[in-house]
């Protein structure tokens, strides 16, 4: 009896996350400042103080809604459209392996045998490189936020590996990532194999959506370890690919790089006001 | 439930700024250290792949010509001119070209006191790309042939590349266990190579390593991809006797 009200809470539990997810984006204002930015330990992100002017950034990621919006406009073809080379995920594979595949594009994130976008317009769009995030802006007249920005609209005021603090056993509650042990078996256990709406999980303390988990964000910014012979794109947040046990990066310190060009159903963008 | 927007009011932006002041008093306690010269060195040199001779000058003319020159994106080298390479060409192919991609945090941050640290998986062998379908199939189909260029080619330069060690575990090599061990124990300085052993044991399952106090701190349920044991001379001995007892009891 105990065991179904709980299960009857659960699924209460996810509706209601589907219902709040069902909003469209606006922007929140984060206001110029010192920030203290960075990790003690990090070769990448090094502890430092930045200054930041102030920028509106959305609250939550772009959806496809949005983007398809702009592919009507422009008829702009994506790189995975153009390439027929994006990277898509099914449960079963090994660790950080992908399957490339031909049929992958923002209409079917994970390829056409496994669906399409029809009822997930807001969901954050994926599949998509940072070559065509850059597009999109341009079209649009709003631009990527750096990797300080992001970082700072991520911590929300905090200097912990979270926005909360550091115990990563409360990701659950705000950010749509994988729970399984590995990438064998399918992980619904959050309501979500892949993508969720935008905003279904709570919101850190500047009201930003899904600011881990859910999709990689794509910032602007270079790196002091760039190689010299090519241009890397960057990516912040973490996505619902990401594992405690695979990849830690749903927290405010860690950078995910990626060639400009490729496109993977866990990679997104959030946008910020020229 | 409403998403917040700019029209945030006074006490809120109030009660932020006090947050975020006590947020930075507490961070600026702690500050930021560098890694040694040795740590960085030994990153270097852990990310380092062997090239190998065959028909080398060929396939770099071939690999310039499928880069698009405008944008650097991925392009693997057409079926036809693929299938027509002889194996040893397309070994080398395979070693210096990876047709995917890798996502984002698929590649290995340098890190704190690296050279002190044996870690559970190897770094990306191709920084942002990875094997293809089609690479790791021929890896897998020409086992026998991979692994005896690998070893022409290892024993001309003294080193194992990280494309070649993670070419070997990719093919399940673990008939190059005694061959790695024997290199190890020329200058015991590529710590990788007990990462490969140890991933062998992993992944043919091996009792007694699964069971052990290291397969949990660097494979268990609250390992993640950077997960590292420290080196010293005991875990560099366990790890050999170990896999040479697993490369003795393989049938």
């Known amino acids: 009896m105990a065991g179904s009200k709980i299960l009857l809470l659960w699924v ?21 400042g010192n920030y203290l930015l960075g990790g003690k330990t990090h070769q990448l992100n090094p502890l430092r103080k930045v200054h930041i002017q102030t920028f509106y950034i959305a609250a939550t990621e772009l959806t496809n809604h949005q983007f398809k919006a702009f592919i009507e406009a422009t008829h702009y073809i994506t790189d995975a459209e153009r390439l027929k080379n994006a990277m898509v995920f099914e449960p079963g594979l090994d660790e950080f392996k992908w399957l490339q595949d031909s049929t992958a594009c923002w209409k079917y994130p994970n390829g056409k045998s496994r669906g399409g976008i029809e009822d997930k317009m807001n969901h954050p769009v994926t599949s998509i490189s940072y070559s065509d995030a850059r597009a999109y802006c341009a079209w649009a007249k709003v631009r990527l936020p ?24 409360k990701i659950g509650e705000y950010a749509n990532i994988w729970h399984g042990r590995n990438h064998k078996v399918a992980d619904a256990s959050d309501g979500y194999l892949y993508t969720s709406p935008v905003g279904s999980f709570k919101p850190n303390a500047y009201g930003l959506y899904d600011i881990y988990g859910n999709v990689f964000e794509f910032c602007e910014g270079i790196l002091i370890t760039d190689p010299k012979d090519r241009k890397l794109a960057y990516a912040r947040g973490g996505s619902w690919w990401c594992s405690k046990n695979a990849c830690g990066f749903f927290n405010s310190l860690d950078i995910g790089r990626v060639s400009p060009h490729a496109s993977f159903s866990n990679q997104g963008f959030r946008v910020v006001k020229l | 439930m409403k998403i917040q927007t700019v029209k945030c009011c006074r006490s809120s932006i109030f009660f932020l700024f006090l947050l975020l002041s006590f947020s930075l008093f507490a961070q600026e306690e702690g500050t930021w250290r560098q890694a040694s010269p040795s740590s960085q060195a030994y990153h270097e040199y852990r990310l380092k792949n062997t090239i190998p001779p065959y028909g080398l000058v060929k396939i770099k003319a071939l690999i310039a010509q499928i880069k698009d020159a405008d944008d650097d994106s991925k392009s ?22 990876a047709e995917s991609y890798s996502q984002n945090c698929d590649v290995v941050p340098p890190i704190i006191d690296e050279d002190k640290k044996i870690f559970g998986i190897l770094p990306d062998a191709f920084n942002e790309s990875s094997w293809s379908e089609r690479q790791a199939n021929f890896l897998k189909s020409q086992k026998d042939a991979v692994v005896s260029l690998i070893k022409e080619s290892v024993n001309r330069s003294k080193r194992v590349g990280l494309n070649y060690k993670t070419a070997l575990v990719e093919m399940n090599a673990t008939e190059t266990i005694p061959f790695l061990i024997e290199l190890y124990n020329r200058d015991h300085k590529d710590f990788d190579i007990l990462t490969v052993l140890m991933l062998f044991m992993k992944n043919n399952e091996y009792k007694p390593f699964m069971i052990s106090t290291s397969f949990v701190k660097l494979y268990g349920d609250k390992s993640d991809a950077q997960s590292f044991i420290n080196y010293n001379k005991a875990n560099e001995e366990l790890i050999i006797s170990r896999a040479i007892a697993f490369y003795n009891g393989r049938k």
């Not at chain 1, 209460?12 to 110029?32: C, E, P, R, Y």
């Not at chain 1, 920005?149 to 200097?159: D, M, N």
């Not at chain 2, 079926?79 to 002889?86: F, T, V």
């Open chain 1, 146 to 169: 750096s990797l300080d920005e992001w970082e700072v609209a991520s911590r929300a005021g905090a200097s912990t590996l979270y926005f909360w603090g550091n115990d990563v056993e």
């Open chain 2, 76 to 97: 693997p080298l057409n079926q036809k001119a693929y299938l027509a390479l002889p194996l040893n060409e397309k070994f080398t192919y395979h070693m210096i070209h």
């Open chain 1, 12 to 32: 209460f539990s996810l509706l209601v996350q589907q219902a709040i997810g069902q909003q469209d984006t606006g922007f929140v204002k984060i206001v110029q």
